[in-house]
């Protein structure tokens, strides 16, 4: 006659003794002592040593990097024995239990090792091996820890004002957001938010991305803030949100338009008056251009005429050599004032010139 206990239960621990009855006697075997050696579960703890750990209600992250310490122990029932650490169900690692307990170091955190870690406890006892249960599993998660980006707002045109907790842009002019953050990872994208909203994403150039806004309206007032968002191993990871920017559309002050609308007046006059004494002073070298050139070729000509005449006048000498002394007094005296005149006109033809060759 065979017993099986195909499940043994803390019930089931005690005595067995074998009875054989016939009708003549009974015969009564050795007693076999069952004891029940039920394990208890073991616990797992999760901690980083460099601060890399943040603890969540269904599982924990590890900043990408940082260590971390997984340690398995166990309430004392029996000396020595060893933990096994499983990782997604497989078992990765065996270290003896010192203590009741056991601690499995990580000292860089990789995207590898993201997933499900337990415990289980195995002891000898009575030549048998005895495992226990498996622990609660920790839920591993690795994380990238981007560092928080900037927001700068700067206006091209000059129609920015700052104060203390906000930007006035004019409206009409331009304004630029740039974002940027320090470099950690290459490449990755910005998100720009406006009142809490993604409205544009550009990739990040040299850690850093602009956006441009050409005409500034009223529909462009409101808060601005960049995300930064990195993509590795198959994860996007993105940052903090950057410190937010209050931005205020202002109207162009009436001062400054009747400033502007003044300067457009005073420039247009300042024009017109160029203009008028360009026209004046050429119209008057041309008039005086025109008066000058008609006396220098009457000159000329009376000139000319005034030589024939004293050729004839000195022929008519020399016929009448024997004249009245006082007609050749009067005239030479004629002959003389004649020569003056000419002389005169000589003075006046060289100033012309002088004159005409100033202005031209």
Known sequence: MT????????????????????????????????????LNQPRIVLTSPDGGLARFAERSEITRGHSFIITCSISPQYPGG????????????????????????????????????????????????LSSPSSMPVTVIIKL?????????????????????????TRGHSFIITCSISPQYPGGIFHLTFSGSNIDTKPAVNHSASFLFPVAEFKHQGIYSCVYQVEDAAQNFSSSSALPV?????SPSLLMVCLVAASSLL???????????????????????AHIQTPMAVTLRNHYVDSDEEEEEEEEERDYVNVDPAATKEKQWKLAGADEEESDEDHDYEEAQDDYVTLS
């Open 267 to 289: 420039l247009f006059l300042v024009i017109l008056a160029v203009v008028c004494v360009v026209y004046r002073r050429r119209r008057g070298a041309r008039q005086l251009e």
């Open 82 to 129: 060893v933990f096994h650490l499983t990782f997604s169900g497989s078992n990765i690692d065996t270290k003896p239990a010192v203590n009741h307990s056991a601690s499995f170091l990580f000292p860089v955190a990789e995207f590898r090792h993201q997933g499900n870690y337990s415990c289980v406890y195995q002891v000898e006892v009575a030549s048998h091996n």
């Open 246 to 250: 209050t931005v205020i559309i202002q």
């Open 145 to 169: 820890k981007l560092n928080q980006p900037h927001i700068v707002l700067t206006s091209p045109d000059g129609g920015l004002a700052r104060f203390a907790e906000r930007s006035e842009i």
């Open 3 to 38: 017993l099986t206990l195909s499940r043994v239960t803390p019930t089931d621990e005690g005595q067995y003794t074998c009875h054989l009855e016939t009708q003549k006697s009974t015969t009564h075997s050795n007693t076999v002592t069952i004891s029940i050696v039920k």
